[in-house]
């Protein structure tokens, strides 16, 4: 059974600060996703990393994949208030086109 | 900037009731997918439909559920008698198939009572 885990579970974190949210999988596709979700609403795509070593930047959040260690790491810098959300790190079974599997989610709180 | 569209935004019924989720994928996509999340917790995957037939489904997906791309734009989930566990937020998402990424849909709030 895939299994994707991810640490920590809640995040309370002061603006400014730096911090760094783990995904664990099991799985041995190369592909890992990150998507963010608002209370109440839809998943939005984040960054999709396709192979080893992958690395992908977007404003304040850096994505990054080791599929040698099975770990995703989304590291956020000087964290404003606007990141305040629930983060999802996704998993396919390695073909395409298929499920998605999702980590447990880290609900992220950027306090003033 | 195309978009998956889902209706109704919220559902309630009672149990034992049959309901209908519709989702308009976008348009060029050609993989669907269904999936739910029950409040405060993962997002789980129910099945997975391409040329016209269910590739893959979940344990989840019992034969209480069934999936439909009646018309060539609307691709629907069938619950037949719904359960209080049923209560979740149900997520349409459509792929290209040239690409990994899935787009999501902003969701159907199921409220079984």
């Known amino acids: 059974e895939l299994k994707v885990e991810q640490n920590p579970l809640f995040l309370s974190m002061q603006e400014g600060k730096n911090y760094t949210i783990y995904c664990n999988y099991s799985t041995t596709s190369d592909r890992l996703y990150w998507y963010r979700q608002d209370p109440g609403k839809s998943l939005e795509s984040l960054f999709v990393l396709l192979s080893n070593g992958a690395v992908k930047q977007e404003g304040r959040l850096m994505a990054s994949l080791d599929t040698k260690a099975r770990l995703s790491t989304l590291h956020i810098t000087a964290a404003v208030h606007d990141l305040s959300a629930t983060y999802f790190c996704?998993?396919?079974?390695?073909?395409?086109?298929?499920?998605?599997?999702f980590g447990t989610g880290t609900r992220l709180t950027i306090i003033p | 900037e195309p978009e998956v569209t889902q209706t109704p935004s919220h559902q309630v019924t009672q149990m034992g009731q049959e309901v209908i989720l519709r989702c308009v994928p976008i348009?060029?996509?050609?993989?669907f997918y269904w999936y739910r999340q029950i409040l405060g917790q993962k997002v789980e995957f129910l099945v997975s439909?391409?040329?016209?037939?269910?590739?893959?489904k979940s344990e989840i997906f019992d034969d209480q559920f069934s999936v439909e791309r009646p018309d060539g734009s609307n691709f629907t989930l069938k619950i037949r008698s719904t359960k209080l566990e049923d209560s979740a937020m149900y997520f349409c998402?459509?792929?290209?198939?040239?690409?990994?990424?899935?787009?999501f849909g902003p969701g159907t709030r199921l409220t079984v009572t």
């Open positions: 439909f391409y040329n016209n037939e269910i590739s893959e």
């Open positions: 998402a459509s792929s290209s198939g040239r690409f990994y990424e899935q787009y």
């Open positions: 348009s060029n996509h050609l993989y």
């Open positions: 996704a998993v396919d079974s390695g073909g395409l086109n298929e499920k998605l599997t």
